[in-house]
């Protein structure tokens, strides 16, 4: 199974700061990535599908990027429906794996 | 708005089968992956299998012996089946519609917890 890793695991950050989250793929998985936000006691929300489009109604501010084995996932400037965790999800190779997550919290 | 549902019981015996079905409104299920995924208290996010309105599935690998998902399309639902389960299945169950031609999800159920416990 292709394995995800995170980085970093957590942060904390202000209302207005640029925050990159990263994902690496353990073997190259072209454009095949997927984020996802969730928040305390709710189902995870699609962000970005296909490394870099953004799903319908998610704002601007979140965008993605990448190919191959390395992703990033970039909120410009952070908003306070913002804090959450993030998780990126391959679906190049079967079986369909999540990253760990990225805890965002206000700093 | 397409809205999906799961239901079933809350609470499951060890080795026994946990059953789940997951209702989608709003909308029509056929031409759509279904998939379930469940998370333990506190972890991350674990793939358990999709499944296409023709019936045709896609399990993971670490559940397979143990998995089966079916699909209803006269009632607009899709089910899961989990069969000898223990502790370690204990976890908030979701069912989610994957977005065409990207096995992503862009619906999601809210969860529903499962305990596996005597």
């Known amino acids: 199974a292709i394995q995800l890793t995170q980085s970093p695991s957590s942060l904390s950050a202000s209302v207005g700061d640029r925050v990159t989250i990263t994902c690496r793929a353990s073997?190259?998985?072209?454009?095949?990535l997927a984020w996802y936000q969730q928040k305390p006691g709710k189902a995870p929300k699609l962000l970005i599908y296909d490394a870099s489009s953004l799903e319908s109604g998610v704002p601007s501010r979140f965008s993605g990027s990448g190919s191959g084995t390395d992703f990033t996932l970039t909120i410009s400037s952070l908003q306070p429906e913002d804090f959450a965790t993030y998780y990126c999800?391959?679906?190049?190779?079967?079986?369909?794996?999540f990253g760990p997550g990225t805890k965002v919290d206000i700093k | 708005q397409v809205q999906l549902q799961e239901s079933g019981p809350g609470l499951v015996k060890p080795s026994e089968t946990l059953s789940l079905t997951c209702t989608v409104s709003g909308g029509s299920i056929s031409s759509y992956y279904w998939s379930w995924i469940r998370q333990p208290a506190g972890k991350g996010l674990e793939w358990i299998g999709r499944i296409y309105t023709s019936g045709s599935t896609n399990y993971n690998p670490s559940l397979k012996s143990r998995v089966t998902m079916s699909v209803d399309t006269s009632k607009n639902q899709f089910s899961l089946k989990l069969s000898s389960v223990t502790a370690a299945d204990t976890a908030v169950y979701y069912c989610a519609r994957d977005r065409q031609g990207y096995a992503t999800g862009d619906y999601w159920g809210q969860g529903t917890l499962v305990t596996v416990s005597s």
């Open positions: 073997q190259g998985i072209s454009s095949a």
């Open positions: 999800q391959q679906f190049n190779n079967y079986p369909i794996t």
